[in-house]
């Protein structure tokens, strides 16, 4: 489905992607993880057009995307919950959803959505920064489905949510898949990961050095985690 062949990218002349190669398919989880500065977050940039100087190959079903402005990226069919949630702190829950939004979701509406995100049902009144961690979280994703996405990439969704928000998310994010949704997770959290991706791929220095299914992850993890995640 998400096709991404050698990109290479960066911030100016400092090099952050050489030549990074990666699928995420529909209904699964894709799981990217690696160390702190390897070029997970500068990749999900790259892939939403936030980054002037990409190169490579990026295809969604057989559709070009690399060199579109963010916008037709996003109606493309791209999704992205960028790290730290960013909602609007200012407007309430609806609000949210409705910003970006350029016509009713067909694949999200109102029931749909809050029957996969029911906490933020009882919250739609409320303003963004009157929610918890979590509530925020699934209301970016939440502002993310609502332009009915076929992929959705989310940065280190768990980050600074307790555990029982950790085990909704991996409930959503599930589901998602099951819905037929390509999710491409990026993420810190090895138990989050384990626990909902079918692929895990290990990035280092701007490519990608392991992917293979999450049983062959877990059957080689000591080996993995210590070449290529713990410090
Ligand atoms: N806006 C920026 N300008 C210049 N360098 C950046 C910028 N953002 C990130 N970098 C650098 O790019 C590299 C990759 O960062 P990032 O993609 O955020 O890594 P990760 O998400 O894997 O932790 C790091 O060396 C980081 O310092
Ligand atoms: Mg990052």
Not at 170 to 176: D, F, G, P
């Amino acid at each position: 489905m998400l096709e991404l062949r050698d990109i290479t990218g960066g911030y100016g002349p400092a090099q952050v992607l050489c030549g990074t190669d990666l699928r995420a398919e529909a209904g699964q989880v894709t799981a990217l993880i690696g160390r702190n500065g390897v070029g997970k977050t500068t990749l999900l940039r790259g892939l939403m057009g936030l980054l002037p100087d990409l190169a490579g190959e990026i295809t969604l079903s057989g559709e070009t995307l690399l060199g579109l402005p963010t916008h037709r990226i996003a109606r493309a069919g791209i999704g992205y919950v960028p790290e730290g949630r960013q909602i609007f702190p200012e407007l309430t829950v609806m609000e949210n959803l409705a910003v970006g939004q350029r016509r009713p979701s067909r694949n999200w509406p109102e029931e749909r959505l809050f029957a996969l995100l029911p906490n933020l049902r009882e919250r739609r009144a409320n303003a963004g920064r009157a929610l918890s961690g979590g509530e925020q979280q699934m209301l970016a994703i939440a502002r993310a489905l609502v332009t009915d996405p076929r992929v959705l990439l989310l940065d280190e969704p768990s980050q600074g949510l307790a555990p029982m928000v950790v085990q909704e998310l991996a409930r959503v994010l599930r589901q998602l898949a099951g819905e037929g949704v390509a999710v491409l997770l990026v993420e810190q959290n090895l138990r989050l990961t384990e626990a909902v991706a079918d692929r895990i791929l290990i990035m280092a220095r701007g490519r990608i050095v392991h992917d293979d299914t999450a049983a062959a992850f877990r059957a080689a993890e000591d080996d993995l985690r210590h070449r290529w995640l713990t410090m």
